[in-house]
Nanobody, 127 residues
Framework: QVQLVESGGGLVQAGGSLRLSCAAS????????MGWFRQAAGKERESVAA????????YYVDSVKGRFTISRDNAKNTVFLQMNSLKPEDTAVYYC????????????????????WGKGTLVTVSS
């Protein structure tokens, strides 16, 4: 089993920045594709970003390209989401996810093939 624990959420003004972290335990994260999803109140969950096992490939939803950066530190079993130039529409609960599938893009593009979920961290962006 793998446990994913997110941290770093909070309240920030529009234009500000936050850095989310997702710590994995129970299994070496280097064997997992990792991603971030979010769900705003009254909306469906959507993919935000994903990163391959090695970190060499990253994927982003169009609405966050150029503002968010996903990265990972396999030595620390941690994945990060650096969020800059935040907008009120980024307000959501952000969830960390992990897949044992070789292709993390499949997880990102379909929202399927997810083996583990974190409990989420709330990001609120005020205008």
């Amino acid at each position: 089993q793998v446990q994913l624990v997110e941290s770093g959420g909070g309240l920030v003004q529009a234009g500000g920045s936050l850095r989310l972290s997702c710590a994995a335990s129970g299994r070496t994260s280097s064997g997992l594709g990792m991603g971030w999803f979010r769900q705003a109140a009254g909306k469906e969950r959507e993919s935000v970003a994903a990163i391959s096992r090695s970190g060499s490939n990253t994927y982003y939803v169009d609405s966050v390209k150029g503002r968010f950066t996903i990265s990972r530190d396999n030595a620390k079993n941690t994945v990060f989401l650096q969020m800059n130039s935040l907008k009120p529409e980024d307000t959501a609960v952000y969830y960390c996810a992990a897949t044992t599938a070789y292709n993390s893009y499949a997880m990102f593009s379909t929202g399927n093939y997810i083996d583990y979920w974190g409990k989420g961290t709330l990001v609120t962006v005020s205008s």
